[in-house]
């Protein structure tokens, strides 16, 4: 079965970079089937749409974070990463990664990962 | 830029009663890629409904969408205890966007 699991610092300074790693086990990240994304929700908030990236390596970026982020891709790991520069405490949220289908549906989630921002 | 604009925000309902949960959009959602998705507490999300009106795998046939263009609904026949949670619609037609959400709680 498909497992998602994010990894990375719960804990992050402003004006820091966010890094987060999701490890895909049970699946191939290599898959031409998937892409593969990034959701965050802030505490007690709504769904909003970080960045989607396919295993070659192309992106989607939501165009209101895109001057901060960046999404890779490891396939050798079979791993993907998140990267949020410049943080604030408006970034404190759960991070979700996750296996899409296209480029924007989301066929499954991982656990999601808290993230704080604070000094 | 679309906007999606669920309501109501919060249905109070008693189990076996029908819900009816709406999701508007501010312009025509493309080949009606519109989802929804079920949120428990403390939970990540879970798909229900992709392509507007198809169920995902796994989902029970009590859950149900239509609409097309800016408008679609979520129903669901009967609400089992299982059901109270938050829902969540998604156009993933361009880019991907979600609504705020409506939480269907016990009456």
């Known amino acids: 079965q498909l497992q998602l699991q994010e990894s990375g610092p719960g804990l992050v300074k402003p004006s820091e970079t966010l890094s987060l790693t999701c490890t895909v086990s049970?699946?191939?990240?290599?898959?031409?089937?998937?892409?593969w994304g990034w959701i965050r929700q802030p505490p007690g908030k709504g769904l909003e749409w970080i960045g989607s990236i396919y295993y070659s390596g192309s992106t989607y970026y939501n165009p209101s974070l895109k001057s901060r982020v960046t999404i890779s891709v490891d396939t050798s790991k079979n791993q993907f990463s998140l990267k949020l520069s410049s943080v604030t405490a408006a970034d404190t949220a759960v991070y979700y990664c996750?296996?899409?289908?296209?480029?924007?549906?989301?066929?499954?989630w991982g656990q999601g990962t808290m993230v704080t921002v604070s000094s | 830029e679309i906007v999606l604009t669920q309501s109501p925000g919060t249905l109070s309902l008693s189990p076996g009663e029908r819900a009816t949960l709406s999701c508007r959009a501010s312009q025509s959602v493309s080949s009606s890629y519109l989802a929804w998705y079920q949120q428990k507490p403390g939970q990540a999300p879970r798909l229900l409904i992709y392509?507007?009106?198809s169920r995902a795998t796994g989902i029970p046939d009590r859950f149900s969408g239509s609409g097309s263009g800016t408008d679609f609904t979520l129903t669901i026949s009967r609400l089992e205890p299982e059901d109270f949670a938050v829902y969540y619609c998604?156009?993933?037609?361009?880019?991907?966007?979600f609504g705020g959400g409506t939480k269907v709680e016990i009456k």
């Open positions: 049970g699946g191939s990240i290599s898959s031409s089937s998937y892409y």
């Open positions: 392509g507007a009106s």
């Open positions: 996750a296996r899409l289908a296209g480029e924007w549906l989301v066929l499954w």
């Open positions: 998604q156009q993933y037609g361009s880019s991907p966007l």
